[in-house]
């Protein structure tokens, strides 16, 4: 290549505007903002979201509208299994090990998803439960987030004797085991939603408040809040700005833990005897009524199923976005 | 250190002492009498709350339960009938204690396995199927996934024993059962803190140095990827007790977890206050070598609880 | 390499234990010995002192390996250790018991004091049984439970090793049947100073005078076997070598080990019994044991109405009830003693069905005539609506029970009701404190007589939660305990009359009388149920 002969005209000289240089030429986001635009990336998380909300919306409506009568069956149409008018779809055409077992009960009658031993719809009963089982994680977590949160901050920011009598605290009381805490509960008052809520809440913050402080024991030597300390910023203010977001994947995930723990835990009392009072119908008591009949009526055990599994996929994958989105560390 | 560790023993006494004396006078708020039979007359009843203290002021039942646990005696229960309580805890604390552990073990390693490989293999069809299988593992309440791993494994199947304490090939299936709390738990915990680690600049550095991808998480990631799990480990014991409840029901093991239920439901006040103190004592002493290890793995919480 | 090292251990052992859990696969199979039998239970023994034992699992254990004065063969008492069935002197007062040679299983002969050293031992405070009020009516036993007396006073002696007498303080038509119970059995009185308060708690601190022995009972397990008593008086007809017992809780696991053969007697309930109901080896055991509804006639005074009460209980469809929700075997019935309970003492006709001639209309199911009676009720006492809490266990079927009767009540207009589902012994604390407007109880036979179930509603029995009183009703069983006890006849006249009043007011209102679902292997023969819930496993034999 030969030498290229470089001539000052060749040059031109650019003036920059001094205002021009502090220009920031993509819109201006506060945090919410970029982490919402940064979840609306993420299909799987809106689609999750999306389930979410559907199946609340529908657990909601279905106050107003219901096929059927959840609490209340005919002892003429017991353990029916699923059909769907009369289109004969295989799984939902009443036959059960080949007999037709809605023989004789007249044309118009019909159950989506079956029925159970008092003859109610299992449809009508899903949506019940769904939407019981949905207040009571929900409530459960508010519980687990508001303590939770606020323990493990002032635990582990505060450090010294403070932390230690905190921790001695937090010791004692997951000493007891929750199903005794439960049990007292339900015993103390009467048993239903109220106490279960109670039961879950005052023992499911534990676990947050422990994992916060650990985090928070961490954060608190990093040189952005050293940085901040020196600036002069209170304690309070640091506490907001800067620790919850960092501490926002943790207590995202924890609380993704618990709204599954809490159903669960709800089952798990409906299993053993003390759950929900009869009628009522939640995912856990569909759930263990389901479980006892395995072998000679599955549909009563499967659909509840699905409806947990799909609630239980929505709530992790939606968490696992929020994660992303949320994390300051995990920018794409 | 010792020292360290001292003080943290004597507060597992303090711990213990609060969580026995809080037991007893909650157990005092239950109704109904301990007796099984419906058809005691009144007067019988009081008769036989006499022989057993019951009639003797709260303070000093209290008292007298306090000093009996000072020597290990956890009194008698009332539904077997001359049974001491720590009788009936030694002799069936055997087979749930073996399919804890051996539950926490599969869980935890596999948990560990499945979350590292679903981070180093982020956002490919190895992540998307180990994070399904990990939540799956956590939306079947476990008395549904035993019920389905007897129905199909054991009684269509015939590949394993369908219930019954007989051996080592009977604790499988409830291990199995019992393993998927932990497991999901593990390996939702493993990915999470794996891909932050990966993101870290210490393994940016690491890579720089020329480093393998497979040489940093094996010489970095891994080791602080299990911090947290460690902070776990304490309530993943106590979901594996209410678990072990439920699968030894299923499986009919004759475990303690069942009992646990029954003491309460028949009002058996010594086995539930035995029992109490028995979780919590085993679970304060999880938590404790938890602390412990946590120091051990990651030096700076040591030093802070030392400055303490 | 520092990964492969680690991340390799890790996976090693991780599929090493995959591999432990996919191999374990093989097990032998169940033993096909002739002579042994294999059956569960639904709970643990609680204890082998007979002092003491009062629920049914320990009961048949004791029934196993233990004889009493006589022992049931289906329902027919027949003479155990005790050589004949005796007939009372003394106005029915004096029982006198010429005993059989026997054995205990460490050599010992059976004696006369064993039965004297036993009942005194029983009915001691000290020993802190909960069945000593069975006692009651032999001379000082009263006193004795009050602690006015020693235990030594109780009206028992040993004539000689070989007799055995009782004194009463008045006659009781039924004390012989009682006899079955195990708190009537005898004990060895070395074996039990010996062992001291560790008597009963294992199988090695006991001691058998029964058809079995008991083995391998460490006290709190879920397993045991009973051998064959070689030593047994009557050891020719006891064909069966071993029994496995093992505790099952979950309904499905038994219906799973039955099915592969592990278990030969397996118990059902829920969806299970409702699949057995459909095979061939199955069978029903029917119990003495009633569930009903009690009214509080105290807290609710609209309750006190007759019409109000037979409207409650001809809206329930008790044959539907039992098909469809507990799906088992149980009875309808149609008054509170059950059947196969108590048979006439001339004729030989069942109790239930006899009394049952004249009020049967009143346990069925009629919903026209149920409205009829409900807005005539309504009418007279001047109540509009009631809102009414029904209290029940926290069990399963308490809670289906539960949901089926308020469907079904709540078809009478008016009438509201609310589920509140305790444990066990809350819901006995909360019935005898009177707190419930509803309550489903239940109450099983000590020992085969209308009496125990006829006693408990007279107006001023403390187990009459609902306070339903009638006073020809409290005449009629003050007379079969006083001036009729030992005219047979007018005795069960009285009895019968009595049911029917409680029937025809619904007192109480029956719901169903239990009965168990049981698959059983076909192999066994002359197996036989007593009216007192218990197996006779002697004569039974497998082929």
Not at chain 1, 16 to 43: C, G, W, Y
């Amino acid at each position: 290549m030969a030498d290229a002969k470089l001539s000052p005209d060749l040059f031109k000289r650019v003036t920059v505007d001094s205002t021009e240089k502090e220009k920031i030429t993509t819109p201006a986001l506060t945090f919410t903002q970029d982490a919402m635009r940064r979840l609306r990336q993420n299909k799987v998380a809106i689609v999750s979201l999306w389930v979410i909300i559907i199946i609340a919306i529908v657990s909601v409506m279905t106050i107003f509208i219901s096929p059927a009568n959840p609490n209340k069956g005919s002892l003429a149409y017991t353990n029916l299994p699923p059909k769907i008018a009369n289109w004969n779809i295989p799984g939902f055409n009443g036959y059960q090990d080949g007999v037709d077992k809605y023989a004789g009960l007249g044309k118009n009658v019909w159950f989506a998803l079956g029925t159970d031993y008092l003859g109610r719809d299992l449809l009508s009963r899903i949506f019940v439960g769904t939407r019981v089982s949905l207040i009571i994680a929900l409530v459960a977590t508010l519980f687990d987030l508001t303590i939770g949160v606020t323990y493990g901050i002032i635990s582990g920011w505060l450090g010294g004797r403070i932390d230690t009598v905190m921790q001695r605290v937090i010791e004692i009381v997951s000493s007891v085991p929750n199903l005794v805490v439960a049990i007292l509960m339900l015993l103390v008052f009467k048993p239903g939603m109220t106490s279960i809520i109670l039961a879950i809440g005052l023992t499911g913050w534990i676990t947050m408040a422990r994992l916060i402080r650990a985090q928070t024991l961490q954060l608190r030597d990093q040189e952005f809040i050293l940085a901040a300390k020196t600036v002069g910023e209170s304690g309070g203010k640091i506490a907001l700005k800067h620790l919850v977001p960092n501490l926002s994947s943790i207590i995202i995930i924890q609380t993704m833990f618990t709204i599954p723990m809490a159903i669960f835990f709800e089952a798990f009392l409906s299993y053993i005897g003390i759950g929900l009072p009869a009628p009522t119908a939640s995912l856990g008591t569909l759930l263990s009524d389901g479980q006892k009949a395995l072998q000679t009526q599955p549909y009563q055990l499967i659909y509840p199923a699905i409806v947990i599994v799909v609630l239980m996929l929505a709530f992790n994958l939606l968490a696992d976005g929020l994660r992303d989105a949320f994390d300051p560390k995990s920018q794409r | 250190m010792i020292k360290y560790i001292l003080k943290r023993v004597g507060y597992l006494i303090l711990t213990l002492f609060l969580v026995a004396s809080i037991t007893f006078f909650l157990m005092k708020l239950l109704p109904g009498t301990p007796f099984n039979n419906p058809k005691l007359p009144p007067d019988q009843i009081e008769a036989l709350k006499a022989q057993y203290g019951l009639d003797k002021p709260v303070w000093q039942q209290y008292l007298s339960y306090m000093l009996g646990l000072l020597h290990g005696d956890m009194g008698m229960s009332f539904q077997f009938s001359g049974q001491s309580v720590s009788y009936l805890i030694m002799s069936r604390i055997g087979p749930s204690l073996q399919l804890g552990l051996q539950a926490m073990i599969l869980g935890t390693l596999l948990g560990i396995l499945l979350g590292a490989v679903a981070a180093i293999r982020k956002n490919t069809w190895v992540d998307s199927v180990a994070t399904i299988f990990a939540i799956l593992g956590r939306s079947i309440p476990n008395f549904v996934f035993a019920a389905l791993l007897q129905f199909f494994l054991a009684y269509k199947l015939r590949l394993f024993p369908i219930a019954l304490w007989d051996g080592f090939s009977s604790s499988i299936l409830p291990t199995i059962a019992l393993a998927m709390a932990p497991l999901a738990n593990t390996a939702r915990f493993m990915r999470t803190e794996m891909v932050d680690v990966l993101n870290s600049d210490y393994i940016e550095l690491a890579r720089s140095k020329g480093e393998t991808r497979w040489q940093t998480v094996a010489n970095h990631a891994l080791r602080n990827s299990m911090i947290p799990i460690v902070t776990i480990i304490g309530p993943m014991a106590v979901d594996l007790m209410v678990g072990s409840l439920v699968v030894e029901n299923v499986f009919a093991i004759p475990g303690i977890g069942e009992q646990f239920v029954k003491s309460i439901t028949t009002n058996d006040y010594p086995v539930i206050m035995g029992l109490t103190i028995m979780y919590s004592f085993m679970l304060t002493v999880v938590i404790l070598i938890v602390d412990i290890l946590y120091g051990v793995i990651d030096p700076r919480i040591r030093l802070n609880e030392e400055a303490n | 390499m520092r990964f492969n090292k680690r991340l390799g251990v890790l996976a090693g052992v991780a599929v090493a234990a995959l591999f432990l859990v996919a191999c374990g696969g093989n097990q032998s199979s169940s033993s096909t010995d002739t002579k042994t039998w294999s059956r569960m239970e639904g709970d643990v023994i609680s204890s082998m002192d007979s002092a003491v034992v009062t629920d049914a699992i320990s009961g048949q254990a004791l029934v196993d390996t233990m004889d009493g004065l006589y022992r049931y063969a289906g329902s027919d008492l027949q003479p155990a250790m005790a050589s004949k069935i005796v007939t009372p002197t003394n106005d029915g007062k004096t029982y006198t018991f010429k005993l059989r040679d026997a054995k205990w299983s460490n050599g010992d002969p059976v004696t006369a004091q064993d039965f004297v050293f036993a009942w005194k031992r029983a009915i001691d405070p000290k020993t802190k049984s909960q069945y000593a009020y069975l006692f009651s009516g032999i001379v000082n036993a009263d006193d004795i439970m009050a602690g006015k007396k020693a235990a030594s006073t109780l009206g028992v002696k040993a004539i000689d090793d070989k007799t055995f007498e009782v004194t009463l303080d008045h006659a009781i038509p039924y004390f012989g049947t009682m006899m079955v119970n195990p708190v009537f059995f005898p004990q060895n009185q070395k074996v039990v100073e010996k062992a001291g308060k560790n008597y009963g708690t294992n199988s090695d601190n006991i001691v058998s005078n029964g058809p079995f022995i008991l083995k391998n009972w460490n006290g709190t397990g879920n397993s045991w076997n009973e051998v064959k008593n070689k030593d047994y008086w009557n050891a020719k007809n006891v064909k069966l070598n071993k029994i496995n017992v093992q505790v099952i809780k979950d309904p499905s696991t038994a219906m799973n080990l039955y099915q592969s053969g592990k278990l030969d007697d397996a118990t059902l309930s829920g969806a299970q019994a409702a699949q057995a109901k459909t095979m061939k080896d199955v069978t029903a055991l029917k119990q003495a044991t009633t569930f009903y509804l009690e009214l509080n006639e105290k807290k609710t005074p609209a309750l006190k109405n007759e019409k109000l009460r037979q409207a409650i209980s001809m809206s329930l469809n008790r044959k539907e009830f039992i098909d469809k929700v507990l799906q088992d075997s149980s009875v309808a019935p149609t008054g509170l003693v059950p059947e196969n309970l108590a048979k006439n003492p001339t004729t030989g006709e069942d109790f239930s069905k006899e009394a049952a001639k004249t009020t049967s209309q009143y346990t069925k199911y009629d919903k026209t005539e149920a409205k009829k009676l409900w807005s005539e009720g309504l009418k007279e006492t001047n109540v509009k609506s009631l809102n009414l809490e029904l209290l029940t266990d926290d069990t399963d079927v308490a809670k289906k029970s539960s949901e089926y009767f308020q469907s079904a009540l709540e078809d009478l207009p008016g009438l509201k009701l609310t589920i509140s589902s305790v444990p066990f012994k809350t819901r006995l604390t909360r019935s005898q404190n009177g707190q419930f407007d509803m309550v489903i109880s239940a109450w099983g036979a000590d020992f085969p007589d209308p009496i125990t179930f006829l006693d408990m509603f007279t107006s001023s029995n403390s187990y009459n939660n609902g306070k339903w009183s009638n006073a020809d009703y409290d005449k009629l069983i003050a007379d079969s305990k006083g001036k009729d006890a030992t005219n047979p006849e007018a005795r069960w006249n009285d009895l019968l009359k009595a049911q029917e009043i409680l029937t025809k007011e619904q007192g109480i209102i029956p719901i169903y009388q239990r009965a168990q679902t049981h698959l059983v292997n076909k192999k066994m023969h002359d197996l036989q149920y007593s009216p007192a819930n218990m197996y006779n496993f002697v004569n039974a034999y497998l082929k």
